[in-house]
Structures are given as structure tokens and as C-alpha cells.
């Protein structure tokens, strides 16, 4: 079974020899329009990079570029708040590391909410939605607390027997 494309279709989306109705590329070339051999970036010399997605998607590479990827963010406990840059690709569990260097809390003993939701380690900012000047709560986890006011009390109450 033979399949046939469209004429239409192949000309439109840049499959057939036509371009922008001013003839074909041939006559352009030769008119100085489009691209010339002493270009570089010949399409023929272009090689499309493809990565692989956190999600299993394979989209088209984008190109890298310095800071383009960097956002600030702050996040705030219910005393205090810390505006800090970070890489959009990274993940709540790389911020989470970087709090612990700001705050003195564990990890394990930290819980990052955006949009209203707990958001796991290994989820991406990025892929959440975390962008540029947005805000993530900090909490503290309640066991870990208790453990630590339990812990507390044991330690400051003494039994005195007379």
C-alpha cells in the first residue's frame, strides 16, 4: 500500500520547492534571495539536538545560555523570609538542601508547600510552575517537632524525692 502526501500540505509546511510565492528556490538563489552556499547555517549542515524530559517526553534541545535559568524565589517560614536564586531545573529536593544551609533544619525535617500543596523531593520547579519572584512556604514537620518538644521536656523536668 502506497501512501501520497498532498501537494498543498508539502508546500505549505516547507516540503516542496516553492517559498513564499516568489518562485521556487532555485530562482531565488539566483535572484540573491534565501540562503547562499558561503553560508554556514546551510540547512543542510543543521543538526537538530534532542533531549529527554523528567516526564518521558523527547522534545527539541534548547539552546543553553547563561542565567537564562536562574530564578529567584522566596521562601518564608512564619517569622522570617529568605529571598534566594536557584536553577529553574532544579528539584524541591536540591532547594530543600539549600534551606538547610540557611535555616539549620534538616532536610527530613522540612516541608516545602507551593500552590497550596506539599511538593515532593524529587518533583522539578520548573515542571511545578515555580517561576521568577514566586513564593514557597517552609514548615517545619510536626513529628519532627513533637520529637523535639518531647525531647525538651524530658531534659528540663527533674523529679526531686524527699
Known amino acids: 500500500m502506497m501512501k501520497f502526501k498532498s501537494k498543498r500540505f508539502g508546500i505549505r509546511f516547507g516540503f516542496g520547492k516553492r517559498t513564499n510565492n516568489k518562485g521556487t528556490q ?3 538563489q539566483q535572484k540573491g534571495f534565501g540562503n547562499s552556499n558561503n553560508n554556514s547555517s546551510s540547512s543542510n549542515n543543521y543538526e537538530i539536538k534532542w533531549e529527554l524530559r523528567p516526564g518521558g517526553m523527547l522534545v ?3 539552546q543553553e ?3 537564562e535559568d536562574l530564578i529567584s ?3 518564608s517560614t512564619f517569622a522570617h523570609f529568605h529571598d534566594l536564586s536557584i536553577e529553574a531545573t532544579s528539584t524541591f529536593g536540591e532547594l530543600k538542601m539549600v534551606l538547610a544551609l540557611l535555616t539549620g533544619l534538616v532536610p527530613k525535617q522540612q516541608r516545602l508547600l507551593f500552590r497550596g500543596k506539599e511538593r515532593e523531593d524529587d518533583e522539578y520547579l520548573h ?3 515555580v517561576g521568577e519572584k514566586d513564593k514557597v512556604l517552609l514548615l517545619e514537620d ?3 517537632k ?3 518538644l518531647l525531647n525538651n521536656i524530658s531534659t528540663s523536668c527533674h523529679t526531686i524525692i524527699v
Open 60 to 62: 527539541q534541545k534548547r
Open 146 to 148: 513533637e520529637k523535639k
Open 142 to 144: 510536626p513529628a519532627f
Open 26 to 28: 532555485q530562482d531565488q
Open 73 to 75: 524565589i522566596r521562601v
Open 127 to 129: 515542571m511545578v510552575g
Open 65 to 67: 545560555s547563561i542565567g
